[in-house]
Structures are given as structure tokens and as C-alpha cells.
């Protein structure tokens, strides 16, 4: 049994979780693979999306996904990184929002 | 950045031998990933064989003016593997003769070569249709002598093939050397000057993108969309096509997979994207690379691991189009380099 919860190689072994659920697995690398072909979007634009949700994940196993795979779309890091603040803003601004409840409880029980 | 080449650091890896140890030992010796010989075998493609010949690609010598970090040829200034000019005369005797369609010089720097002038204008008069130089770019504005190049390539009816990672100054200085973006933006601004690369223009202006890492190159058109507008707004700068290439591991970009603990990694990338129908028109196929010292093999990648042709006819000097055409191509791990996701050739994507 491995020593920790994650291991870098267990990123090549994902395409195996459809041994002990074909039909379900089949189904969704069908439709994991339909998200990120060009359409609306770019799949440059794509990328950059699931970089900067791959962090908001915190899923390593996506980050080091990601990050090969828009380096591999000749990103720059820059993009990458504004891509990443753009989670980040988002996480945080969705911690501060929630002050606005605790303002209102504040005002409810205050005299 | 690489300051010396393996040869010159008396490197292991400067030995093909090596190489090939590393190539068929450890992941691909316990069974974790299939030797490329089985690969192709399940697809009923092996053995590989040539067919026609229609390019004809000679290496003029391992000499160059840069040190990239992921240099098949392990090349630069310290290599002294010229081609002699005798052996240039066995070439044109064989362009003479030759049903390919291209010729095809690199190096190194071809331009290095003391004779590369001659040999252009002789192999010209051949009324070869199309004649490629594989050029660095920053040979033509790194010393004064080379800087009618473009004039030169103009008149000869050159189409001219040059290596740009990327649209940035970082990444290409990191991959080529500090300085080469700057340089590589003013050649390509004096070869549209002189009409390469221009909308219409007859004057073949095509770059090659290698990734810069351990990662394989993305989707060529888009990739070309990308250089394309961002050349443009930057710089003016206009070219023909883009071919996406990948890098294959051997030679000083097998020594940084080794370095930076991407081996392993990398080659599950590359046998992952195995494509077999990218195996039919690998250019291995229907190409024939000459070494500086006249000797025959199926690729620029055999050339560097020293594996010959598995012909008779071996040397420049007994060359034998009937022998080689139908002949077995000589493979090891490396291939998978050019049959991963759209394939990959000198010519770019071939799948």
C-alpha cells in the first residue's frame, strides 16, 4: 500500500477507472473529451479554464494535467498565471461575499 | 543553456551506443511500455519499409553558430564534422541521377560549411523542384559574411526552413541562446525584405516549431494561427507555414529528459499518443539522410545514433536507389518521436 494519498504516476492510470464501471467511465471520457474540442470556445480558451480551475480544485493530479497541456498550446506563463489569479479572485471574493451574511447577522442581533 | 556539446564534454551520452542502451533498457526492457518494434506489430505495420524515394536530405556538417539545449546533432561551434567537398561532388553526381523530388540541406549550420555556397549553385543547376536549406536564422546576421544570404537563397530559388520555439523572446533565448530571438526577428525581417515568407510570393518562407520541454507540440494549425498573429502584430514579420515538429528523445534533449527527471514521463507521453496511422507516412519512408562523411541512413535521428541503412548500398559512393527503395527501415525507441499524436517529420505532421 502507498505511503501517500497521491502519486504522480497514478495520473497515467486514470483511463483505468472504466474497468470496474465501463458504461459509466465510457460515458464520461466521451463527454470529457466532447467539453474540450473547439466550439464556442477555443481550446486554448478551454485550457486556460481548466488551468485555473484545476486550482481552485486544488487537484494536483489536474494542475500537472493543465499545465503541460497549455504549455503545450505555446501558452505563456504570464497567461497562465492572470489565469490563476482569475480563480483565486474568484475563491476569495467568494469568501468575502459571505461577510455580507455575517454583517446582516451582526445587525439582526445587535441591539 | 548548454555551453559546450556532449562531445566536447566528454559527455556518456555523446555515445550513440549509450543511447540506444538507455533506449531499449529500464521501461522498456520490464514490459512497462512496448518497444516501438512491437507497437507497430500490432498493427500489422512492421517491418517498416522504404518506398520511393522523394527526398533527399543531407546533413553538411555538425558545425554551428548555437548551442540549443534540445539539439538532436548535438552541434555547435566545437564540432568539427565538415563535409568535404569531394564528398559534395558524390551528392551531385547522385541529385544528377536521383527521382527525388527535394533536396534538402542541414547541418549544423549548413551555411558554416566552406563550400555550401558552391554546393547550392551546382545543386541548383540539377533543377531539383524543391530545394530546402534548413537554416538557424541567426546565421545570417551573425558575422557580416553571411549577410547577402538572403540575396544568395533569392537567387537560387531556396526555400528557406527556420527554427522559431516561440513567439517570445524568453522562451526562445531559453531553448537557443540568449540574443538568438532578437537576431532570428532582424533575418527574418531581411529575408521579407527581399520577398521570403510574403502572401503570394514564390519565395518558400516556412519555420519549425520544437517545444521548448519535456511536452509534445500541440495542433500545428492552430499553433501557425498563433505564430502568424503574433509575428505580425509585433514585428510585421510574414511567413508561409508552420511545421509543428517533435523533439525526439536522443542526443542533448535525451540528456536533459535524463537531468530533469522527465525521462520516463516523456516516453509514456510519447507512446500514449502512438498513432498508427501516423505510421505509414513517417518520412523515414521516403527519405534518404546523407551524413557529412557520405554515409546513407533513413532519418536525421539514425544519422546521430550511428544506425545505417540496412542496405548494400551504404555510402554515397555505391549509391543505389533500386537497392535501398523496398529496403527494411533500422527503428528503436526514438520512433515513437515521430508517430506521436499527428506524427511528425521534417516536413511537420504527417498524419
Request: hydrophobic share 35%; proline share 3%.
Amino acid at each position: 500500500m502507498q505511503k501517500t494519498y497521491y502519486d504522480p504516476a497514478d495520473l497515467r492510470k486514470f483511463g483505468k477507472i472504466t474497468e470496474w464501471s465501463e458504461e459509466l467511465g465510457n460515458k464520461f471520457f466521451e463527454y470529457y473529451g466532447k467539453v474540450f474540442e473547439e466550439g464556442a470556445l477555443s481550446a486554448r480558451e478551454k485550457a486556460l479554464i481548466a488551468l485555473a480551475v484545476s486550482h481552485t480544485e486544488q487537484c494536483p493530479y489536474c494542475i500537472d494535467a493543465y499545465t503541460k497541456d497549455t504549455l503545450q498550446r505555446g501558452i505563456t506563463k504570464e497567461e497562465m498565471m492572470e489565469a490563476i489569479h482569475v480563480g483565486a479572485a474568484i475563491k476569495s471574493g467568494a469568501t468575502l461575499v459571505h461577510g455580507v451574511q455575517m454583517m446582516n447577522k451582526v445587525n439582526k442581533l445587535e441591539m | 543553456m548548454a555551453i559546450k556539446s556532449l562531445h566536447k564534454r566528454e559527455s556518456q551520452l555523446a555515445n550513440s551506443k549509450r543511447q540506444l542502451e538507455i533506449l531499449s533498457n529500464g521501461i522498456f526492457q520490464n514490459g512497462e511500455l512496448p518497444t516501438f518494434k512491437d507497437k507497430i506489430a500490432e498493427s500489422n505495420q512492421f517491418p517498416l519499409k522504404a518506398q520511393k524515394l522523394e527526398i533527399l536530405q543531407i546533413n553538411v556538417g555538425y558545425m554551428c553558430n548555437q548551442v540549443c539545449e534540445h539539439c538532436h546533432v548535438d552541434a555547435g561551434p566545437d564540432r568539427k564534422e565538415i563535409m568535404t567537398k569531394d564528398t559534395m561532388q558524390q551528392c551531385l553526381e547522385v541529385i544528377k541521377k536521383t527521382g527525388a523530388h527535394t533536396l534538402d540541406l542541414t547541418g549544423g549550420a549548413p551555411e558554416m560549411n566552406p563550400n555550401f555556397r558552391w554546393f547550392v549553385e551546382e545543386a541548383a543547376k540539377a533543377g531539383i523542384k524543391d530545394f530546402i536549406v534548413r537554416s538557424n536564422l541567426t546565421i545570417i546576421r551573425a558575422n557580416k559574411k553571411y549577410h547577402d544570404l538572403p540575396e544568395f537563397f533569392k537567387k537560387h530559388n531556396v526555400h528557406v526552413v527556420s527554427s522559431m520555439p516561440h513567439w517570445t523572446r524568453g522562451k526562445t533565448d531559453k531553448q537557443r541562446g540568449d540574443g538568438v530571438f532578437d537576431k532570428s526577428i532582424q533575418a527574418l525581417k531581411d529575408l521579407n525584405t527581399v520577398g521570403y515568407g510574403m502572401k503570394d510570393s514564390s519565395l518558400r518562407l516556412d519555420l519549425v516549431y520544437n517545444p521548448s520541454g519535456a511536452f509534445l507540440p500541440s495542433d500545428q494549425a492552430s499553433m501557425e494561427k498563433d505564430f502568424k498573429k503574433a509575428l505580425l502584430e509585433d514585428f510585421n514579420i510574414h511567413f508561409h507555414n508552420l511545421f509543428a515538429i517533435t523533439n525526439l528523445p536522443i542526443s542533448r534533449f535525451l540528456d536533459y529528459l535524463i537531468a530533469s527527471e522527465n525521462y520516463e514521463d516523456y516516453m509514456y507521453a510519447l507512446v500514449e499518443a502512438y498513432n498508427p496511422s501516423a505510421v505509414a507516412n513517417v518520412m523515414c519512408t521516403n527519405t534518404i539522410s546523407v551524413s557529412w562523411d557520405g554515409y546513407l541512413y533513413d532519418c536525421d535521428f539514425n544519422q546521430m545514433l550511428q544506425l545505417t541503412v540496412n542496405s548494400k548500398s551504404k555510402h554515397i559512393s555505391d549509391y543505389n536507389e533500386d537497392l535501398l527503395e523496398g529496403r527494411n527501415i533500422v527503428i528503436s525507441q526514438h520512433c515513437y518521436g515521430c508517430t506521436a499524436g499527428a506524427g511528425s517529420s521534417c516536413q511537420g505532421t504527417v498524419a
